[in-house]
């Protein structure tokens, strides 16, 4: 088993308000390579942040990266558009960071990338993968591509009050701009992705479209970003099983949707339950009040955990400890 992280970067995440996935937008930017290095290293090593939410949320990472130093998975990182350098050893797929989607082209070389990541799946000798995303603005460019596909508009957002109508909007202008209603490119991948995506969903949309193609059994870790790969997958006519694994805070945010999303699409859908609500703690309090939900593969971490039998209670010690690594890291 391999799991395969990959960060990318999204202009669309510079619209105010859209995500919370870094302290400020400025910071934002950085948060793709620090959550790579994290999830390596344990902690940024060239990124300049630890990745926050405005309020201090940490990153999903830490989640991540807990479970790691627990069960000590096989990892990837894969660039897929990166607009800062990371010091994690990544695969390059080749891709520019995402302009904003409301761009005619934000993703000009989508199919590239698409074809670039499935040659790349075909390529791991695995039974199993897991793919998670790190994407600032990912949620907002998952719902573009569900729209253009035809899909069930609904998407989930790493802010406690998910900003549906901003989302919404920006969704409006974007298909403006390429001249496209909802349903228009549906069964086209490469159109959806170039005319209305970003350069991860392009990714891990070609990864597990190969991986699937060489017989690796796929497991899609996070929320409707997600969702939003697994459309791209049915899309490009691949029939074969699927999987989601998420959070209980996807799985409780009702805007999210995500066990509907997962029917529509024919595809399994695991939730897995930290249990942060018993542990009074920052960290855990954050999350229990709605900010991020998901992100870089936390609930495909989760659920590895539990099948190896760890008790979540030593998952929840493990986070405590890489964030207050980290928080000794940013004080010096």
Known sequence: MKFVFVGGNTETARVDGISAAGATPAMMVHTPSADLEIVTYGQPVRAPVVPVSPTGCPTPAVVTRAVHELIGFERIAVDAGLARPTSAPTVSIGVDPGQDVRETTPVPAASAAFETARGLGRQMPEEKIIIGETIPGGTTTALGVLT???????????????????????????????????????????????CIGDPVLASIGGLAVGATESGTDVTLAGGTQMAAAAAIVRHAGVDAPLSIATTIFIAEDESAAIEELAADLSVDVTVTDPGFDQRDHPVMDTYIAGEAKEGVGMGGALALADQNDVPMATVRDRIIEVYERLLEQDDE
């Open 148 to 194: 253009a596909l035809g899909e069930r508009q609904t998407v989930s957002s790493s802010l406690p009050e998910n900003p549906m109508k901003l989302k919404e909007g920006v969704i409006e202008a974007a298909l403006d701009s390429s001249g496209l209603s909802a349903g228009d490119t549906a069964n086209d991948p490469a159109a959806t992705l170039r």
